[in-house]
Structures are given as C-alpha cells and as structure tokens.
C-alpha cells in the first residue's frame, strides 16, 4: 500500500477511535488530543519527535498555568493579560534550545490548550484541583495525542510494508 494511502487509514482510524475513547472513556478534550497528535508529527515523529513534543507541550502547560495564575492575582483586565502573556510567551522561546526543547511551538500548543480548555469548560486556574480540572484535562489530552501519534505512524509503516513485502 502506498505510504500516502496507509497514513490516511492509519490516522483516519485512529481518529474515530480517540474521538470515540474521549467521547466516552476518558473525558478530554479532543481539540488537545489532536493538537498533541499533530505536534507529534511536526516535531518530527518517532520516539525523539514525542519526546520533544511531550516535554514543550507540558512546559507550555506549565507556563500557562503560572500566567493564569498572574492573571487572576493581577485582576484580570486586558493589561494584566497583556502583560503576563509577554512573560509567559517570551519564556517558551527564551527555554528553546537544542535537544528535548528545540520544539518550541509545542510550547505554544500546550499554552493554548490550556486556555482553550479553561474558556471551554467555562473553569479557571484556580478551581478545585481534581481529575476534571483544566490543567489535569489537557495533559492527559497531550499524553493521549502523542500516543496516538506514535500509534498512527507504527501502523501507517506497518501497513506499508505488510503490503509492499506482499507485492514483492
């Protein structure tokens, strides 16, 4: 099968599945699932790929987390957004760096996700911290996204293969 072909089975597939697993078995958002699954590809694939995915997607998470916290203490009014988003964008990219953090736009998808979460839920930064908080939400939502990446380019190779080994 060519390799166009069995990606788009392979993730087309495995989007139903996690549409379906989010849906009803572990309830994330699947925005954040697919935008993890997507930073998965971007960052490269593979093993190094999730890894430098996972590692910026938490760290953008994280720096959303403490904005939002800023946020909050500061009142809440579009400058305090303004400025606390400097900060927490600016230290995404000032962490960037070779290795396991040179994927910084992941940084940024973790970041947004946060804040899309919050927004959809209708929650805040500051809600009680249980499996349903925002943050809990969105990285189980990027651990879930990576592995349906890691997923969706193992079975894309195998059924190249499988079918490229039969024709041979």
Known sequence: MPARIASTVSIGLLAGLSCLLTGFAVK????????????????GGGLDGAKRS??????????????????DALGGSTWAVAGCVVVGAGILVLISSDGILSFTPA??????????TIAATKSTITAPVNFSHP?????????????????????????????????S
């Not at 940084?107 to 899309?116: D, E, N, P, R, T």
Request: glycine letters at 10%.
């Open 28 to 43: 994330v958002p699947i925005w954040a699932v697919f935008i993890a699954w997507a930073a998965f590809f971007a960052a």
């Open 54 to 71: 996972l590692v910026m997607n938490f760290l953008g998470v994280a720096s959303a987390t403490v904005t939002m916290l800023a946020i």
């Open 107 to 116: 940084g940024f998808f973790g970041f947004a996700s946060l804040v899309g």
């Open 135 to 167: 943050v809990a939400l969105v990285l189980v939502a990027i651990v879930l996204g990576t592995a349906f990446g890691l997923a969706s380019e193992r079975l894309g190779t195998a059924l190249t293969n499988k079918v490229s080994t039969a024709a």
